[in-house]
């Protein structure tokens, strides 16, 4: 057996550390936040400490043959992770975490990190669970309206990213007294240019359309008397290149503060990671959630956290505007997987 402790800056990055060097046969021992001792740790940012084990197998060699004990050990670990997935569980199965995770959409490594050493879902199983699921999923990070002024908001076609935009700026303008300045890099479709002027006339805030990136420097002085600059852009098909490389520029020059990537939480686990996979080259984004409230499974959201390791900002839930938005706090995600427990 092979042991080894992993110190990396959140969970999904220890996650990574583990796999790429034991596999995925590891098991995760211990978890841990740590911070550095003395007055020096107090401004610095904890770190995780993970211990996991997997068990030695000698390297293989090329020439080395398959034997059938291999093939039967392989077959038994397949038949046990698809018992899970297809139902044909024994009640045993069906009472432990690692079950209810999988069984929930909870992409397998995240499973076995939320759950290990928790055995039922009773008040302390609920209690650890709901601590793990914090931690990975870390504290919502909200808008900076201090030191931040271009807001970039993108993500693919109808998710919510115009609508979440005339929420966060509602309620700039409405509860933090802001100076807001909306402009839109969407300018395919007319419907969508006008869609943003509604929402600029009820709240008495500009709305400019920019169609390059030149016309987007040229406004800079204009920036100058805002508090915030909220950028929305076309949704794009994460399928098509060429806007995606238009977005590439646009991004590579737009010089934002800071960037949004929308996701809906109704979108498939695999289709999100294909997304996530995409739009890999905006590098420092935060990912923000919508609808919420379409869907009662939030397993997609742990496991595009799991897929980026970006932060989680906002959850939005429901068409009305400004209210339908709230800080994406890990509360929301635990009572839906412990609900009926
Ligand atoms: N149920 C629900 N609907 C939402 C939510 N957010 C947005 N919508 C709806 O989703 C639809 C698309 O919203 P938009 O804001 O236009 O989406 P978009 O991402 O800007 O769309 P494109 O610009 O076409 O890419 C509208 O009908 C919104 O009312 C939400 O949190 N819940
Ligand atoms: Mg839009």
């Known amino acids: 057996m092979k042991v080894k402790k992993y110190i990396a800056n959140d969970y999904q990055e220890a996650l990574r550390m583990i796999k790429a060097e034991m596999g995925s046969n590891a098991v995760i021992l211990h978890q841990n936040r740590i911070k550095e001792k003395g007055l020096k740790g107090l401004f610095k940012k904890s770190k995780v400490e993970v211990v996991a084990a997997v068990e030695d197998f000698p390297p293989m060699t090329v020439k080395e043959t398959v034997t059938k004990k291999d093939i039967n050990e392989l077959k038994n670990l397949i038949k046990n992770m698809t018992t899970y997935k297809n139902g044909h569980d024994t009640q045993e199965q069906e009472k432990t975490v690692v079950y209810k995770l999988i069984n929930y959409g909870i992409e397998k490594e995240v499973t076995q990190l939320l759950s290990d050493g928790i055995d039922d879902l009773d008040n302390n199983g609920i209690k650890i669970l709901k601590q793990r699921i914090e931690a990975f999923v870390g504290p919502p990070q909200k808008l900076n309206t201090e030191k931040n002024k271009k807001i970039l908001f993108v993500g693919p076609t109808g998710v919510g990213k115009t609508t ?108 999100l990671k294909e997304v996530i996979r995409k739009y890999e080259f905006v590098g420092n984004y935060k990912l923000l959630f919508t609808k919420l409230d379409e869907t009662d499974n939030y397993s997609s959201i742990l496991n595009a956290i799991y897929y980026s390791g970006r932060p989680i900002s906002y959850f939005t839930i429901g068409q009305i505007v400004p209210d339908d938005i709230t800080l994406a706090e890990s509360d929301i995600i635990v009572s839906s997987i412990v609900k009926g427990n």
């Open 164 to 271: 979440t935009i005339a929420k966060i700026a509602s309620n700039l303008i409405l509860n933090e007294n802001k100076k807001v300045m909306l402009l839109t890099a969407d300018i395919f479709r007319i419907a969508a240019v006008e869609q943003l002027k509604t929402y600029g006339e009820i709240l008495g805030a500009p709305v400019k359309i920019v169609n390059n990136i030149f016309e987007l420097h040229r406004l800079q002085p204009e920036f100058e008397k805002y508090d915030v600059v909220l950028i929305d852009t076309a949704g794009r098909s994460h399928k098509d290149e060429t806007r995606i490389n238009e977005l590439k520029t646009f991004i590579k020059y737009a010089n934002c503060d800071e960037i949004y990537l929308c996701l809906s939480a109704t979108t498939k686990s695999e289709d």
